[in-house]
């Protein structure tokens, strides 16, 4: 009913990534304007809330408490029950808030700090598929760009990593770059972008070396390192897909017209999304993605899960019992189910 964020990527752009002591003060900084112009836009004040909803785990330790600390100042002001929220779960079922996205569906979340698969079967109901192992996708983007220099051209100073390289992709050859598959032996669902990572610093450093490039200067051929990047994270998502496709089919856990919601930050990403989608097309499943606003970090998202839980009437504890948490599982994990079932993959065309 009312809504407001204040954004603080352009400051992290600047300061080359998210150092928790400041994306925490920026929290303290913005909290209360935050939440109290979200206030006056659905025209509301606190009593005539049914509950508050806070995101307690998984994150960064400092900027939740912020939150958790300022819900529980709400929540002694106003008496209304408080709803923890997994901060994956929400992203996974804020999609029912724009479509009819019925239980179950397969979810892939795709995020700065998370990489997984899993199968929705309720609210609070999940199947863990498989997750990274190392760094997150947007992690990777970022790193990469970083290590290109991206924000070093104007129109990209304030934006982030991932956002700067889907731009410059648009111009450069995905073939420019030769394509080597990553974790293609392991029969999972399970993510790793640390080696792609690597590769493509290094391959960065030796182009900058061969072309005499030094300094704040950009590598002439950066767009096709930004499409050959790009490419080779879709081929590895596309993989685990496909891979968690068949085996859900395998296992009946969705229906015969199934649906995937993606969902996270990097979801926000165009090309994936195409990409993503034409995989899903061999195996009679329909995409569904959030528009890029709810994608990434909101408040929405959050007020979103705890009404769904309000409805049935599940999550509320008491605000003094509850504690934040830095990692936290989604769902029950079978993972190594999913390797069990040793599923070899037919070659898809993405592009």
């Keep these: 009913m009312g809504e407001a964020i204040h954004n603080q ?3 992290h752009v600047q300061m080359g990534g998210i150092i928790p002591p400041l994306a925490r003060d920026l929290h303290v900084q913005n909290i209360k304007g935050v939440v109290d112009t ?16 806070a995101t307690v785990k998984p994150g960064l330790l400092p900027s939740l408490r912020v939150g958790l600390n300022h819900a529980r100042e709400l929540v002694r002001e106003s008496r209304k029950p408080f709803i923890p929220i997994h901060h994956m779960e929400a992203h996974a079922l804020t999609v029912r808030m724009i479509e009819n996205v019925e239980f179950p569906f397969l979810v892939l979340l795709i995020s700065g700090g998370h990489c997984l698969l899993a199968v929705a079967r309720g609210v609070d109901d999940f199947l863990l598929l498989g997750q990274s192992l190392d760094d997150a996708p947007g992690d990777a983007f970022d790193k990469v760009a970083r ?7 104007p129109e990209f100073e304030s934006v982030s990593g991932g956002q700067a390289i889907e731009t410059l992709a648009k111009l450069g050859n995905v073939e420019a770059v030769p394509f080597v598959a990553v974790m293609g032996r392991n029969r999972n669902c399970d993510f790793s972008f640390s080696g792609l990572k690597a590769k ?17 200067s950009i590598l002439p051929n950066a767009a096709d390192i ?12 596309s993989k685990r897909l496909q891979r968690a496709l068949i085996f859900t089919e395998m296992n009946g856990y969705l229906p015969v017209e199934k649906t995937l919601v993606v969902s996270g930050g990097v979801a926000s990403n165009g090309f994936l999304r ?11 499943c329909r995409l569904v993605c959030p528009p890029p606003k709810l994608c990434t970090d909101n ?11 309000l409805k049935l009437g599940i999550g509320m504890q008491d605000i003094d ?31």
């Design 274 to 284: 195409q990409g993503l989608e034409k995989m899903c097309s061999h195996y009679n």
């Design 299 to 309: 408040g929405i998202m959050i007020a979103w899960n705890g009404m769904e839980k």
């Design 200 to 216: 493509y610093k290094r391959l960065i450093e030796s182009e900058e070396i061969r072309q005499g490039v030094a300094g704040g």
């Design 226 to 237: 930004c499409a050959s990047f790009q490419f080779h994270v879709l081929h590895h998502l």
């Design 321 to 351: 019992s509850v504690d934040v948490l830095g990692k936290s599982q989604l769902g029950e994990d079978i993972s190594h189910e999913v390797e069990k079932a040793t599923i070899k993959l037919r070659s898809v065309k993405l592009l």
């Design 9 to 11: 990527t352009k400051t």
């Design 147 to 153: 290590r290109l220099k991206l924000r070093n051209i």
């Design 38 to 53: 979200a206030m006056e836009r659905a025209g509301m004040t606190l009593e005539d809330l049914d509950a508050i909803a």
